[in-house]
């Protein structure tokens, strides 16, 4: 089945930098594309980051040129830096791939203080 875990979450000044990973199984992983998500307390899950299969990306308008998402497909690891981190990054940080249906990791929390 399916199985996509995230981790690299953590606490984190304002300013500084932190690297998501999610590795995934259960699919045939070079063949998807790959996404970040994040949800804010009190607030809807949004899309942060995608990636094709063939490399492609696109962002929130939120974290254009401080986040890179990219992929490993040897290791069916997909990866979200994060530089420059602001307070109002603050969230659970999800991992999703589309197979037919979402599938979404168990998150991984971050925190960012001023």
């Known amino acids: 089945q399916v199985q996509l875990v995230e981790s690299g979450g953590g606490l984190v000044q304002s300013g500084g930098s932190l690297r998501l990973s999610c590795t995934a199984s259960g699919f045939t992983f070079n063949m998807y594309a790959m996404s970040w998500y994040r949800q804010a307390p009190g607030r809807e899950r949004e899309l942060v980051a995608k990636i094709t299969n063939t490399g492609g990306t696109n962002y929130a308008d939120s974290v254009k040129g401080r986040f890179t998402i990219s992929r490993d497909n040897g290791q069916k690891t997909v990866y979200l830096q994060m530089n420059s981190l602001k307070p109002e990054d603050t969230a659970v940080y999800y991992c999703?791939?589309?197979?037919?249906?979402?599938?979404w990791g168990q998150g991984t929390q971050v925190t960012v203080s001023s």
């Open positions: 999703n791939v589309w197979n037919f249906r979402n599938y």
